[in-house]
Antibody, heavy 120, light 110 residues
Framework: QITLKESGPTLVKPTQTLTLTCTFS??????????VGWIRQPPGKALEWLAL???????RYSPSLKSRLTITKDTSKNQVVLTMTNMDPVDTATYYC????????????WGQGTMVTVSS | QSALTQPASVSGSPGQSITISCTGT?????????VSWYQQHPGKAPKLMIY???NRPSGVSNRFSGSKSGNTASLTISGLQAEDEADYYC??????????FGGGTKLTVL
């Protein structure tokens, strides 16, 4: 059974750097084709894809946020970490991590999400 | 503004069928067979309902089906049930992103 869980601060100040950790179980990020992605959702708004890391350490970023994002993995700890610099109130959202199915782009299992508020 | 266009809302009565459209371009929906659909109930994480245009994950009801024509993908729900009331999002591979979501559609079961 695949599970993912996001953790990190619930409140950050403008200009600060946000660091979120996705801890997963039930799969290995060393398996060919597998990936873990980050997706966010501002309150009452649509989903927005942020970043994804593949089993082979290949990384993809949203073009509009690429300069602010870094995604890394620790295979031994079954964790994926997302950092976002220069946080702004418009970055207030629920942040989800999700498992990408090998062979397709779909995210089949999602974490419960973690709400991050950006405010001074 | 989302790259994929969905209607803001659709509605239907129990037992009826509804279709939600997802319109993109030849650089995303029209160019690849990598369209997914997600269901999201209030306060919950999204759930994968359809992947690769028309495939259902194990455990998803066969009342849900997907299709694509040109630059528009569609999600059809037949035999509408009260539990289907939720927000629905499409997603596609895109040559530039490579993931993009639609703006979401609120389904109301009357």
């Amino acid at each position: 059974q695949i599970t993912l869980k996001e953790s990190g601060p619930t409140l950050v100040k403008p200009t600060q750097t946000l660091t979120l950790t996705c801890t997963f179980s039930g799969f290995s990020l060393s398996t060919s084709g597998v990936g873990v992605g980050w997706i966010r959702q501002p309150p009452g708004k649509a989903l927005e894809w942020l970043a994804l890391i593949y089993w082979n350490d290949d990384k993809r970023y949203s073009p509009s946020l690429k300069s602010r994002l870094t995604i890394t993995k620790d295979t031994s700890k079954n964790q994926v970490v997302l950092t976002m610099t220069n946080m702004d109130p418009v970055d207030t959202a629920t942040y989800y991590c999700a498992h990408k199915v090998a062979g397709t782009i779909a995210f089949d299992i999602w974490g419960q999400g973690t709400m991050v508020t950006v405010s001074s | 503004q989302s790259a994929l266009t969905q209607p803001a809302s659709v509605s239907g009565s129990p037992g009826q069928s509804i279709t939600i459209s997802c319109t993109g371009t030849s650089s995303d929906v029209g160019g690849y067979n990598y369209v997914s659909w997600y269901q999201q109930h209030p306060g919950k994480a999204p759930k994968l309902m359809i992947y690769d245009v028309s495939n259902r994950p194990s455990g998803v009801s066969n009342r849900f089906s997907g299709s694509k024509s040109g630059n528009t993908a569609s999600l059809t729900i037949s035999g509408l049930q009260a539990e289907d009331e939720a927000d629905y999002y499409c997603s596609s591979y895109t040559s530039s992103s490579p993931w993009v979501f639609g703006g979401g559609t609120k389904l109301t079961v009357l």
